[in-house]
């Protein structure tokens, strides 16, 4: 029985962070400019500020989300489990990969080192269940 997983990468979860800094911090700073406050660069500070807190936070729960396709399936954190017959899409989004189920449901599988990997091993699976 073959089982594929499918693993958060630390440096995919950091570029995505300092990504999400640099919007904070750009929108921190055009809030605080067209409201008029003269100190402008505290955006900057507060956006970076609120991501690394919440980087440094979530980083240890973030990075031990493991997927795993077996037994036909694709299961993963908090009891998720989708038939793989039953997957609709598999799209990237940045370092994520969304899986659209035929009903409409929606599923993230963060910080992939290699997404389109991510995709292309998910799209085998689906072609090719393995039992």
């Known amino acids: 029985m073959d089982v ?3 693993n958060p990468n630390r440096s ?3 570029r995505a962070h300092a990504w999400m800094a640099a919007l904070a911090m750009t929108a921190g700073m055009g809030i605080l400019w ?3 406050n003269p100190h402008v660069w505290t955006g900057a500070i ?3 500020a609120a991501i690394a ?3 440094w936070y979530m980083m240890s729960e973030e990075l031990a989300v493991v997927w795993r396709v077996q037994d036909g399936a ?3 954190p908090a009891e998720r489990h989708v038939l793989l017959n039953q997957i609709e899409a598999v799209k ?3 370092s994520y990969v969304q899986v659209i189920t035929k009903t409409g449901d929606k599923h993230l599988i963060k910080y992939q080192s290699s997404p389109g990997t991510t995709v292309a091993a998910l799209e085998h699976a689906i072609e090719r269940p393995v039992a």
Request: proline residues 0%; charged residues 10%; without cysteine.
């Open 4 to 6: 594929i997983e499918f």
């Open 74 to 76: 694709l299961s993963g």
């Open 53 to 55: 807190l919440r980087g």
């Open 34 to 36: 067209a409201m008029g």
């Open 12 to 14: 995919a979860y950091i």
């Open 92 to 94: 990237t989004m940045g």
């Open 46 to 48: 507060g956006g970076l």
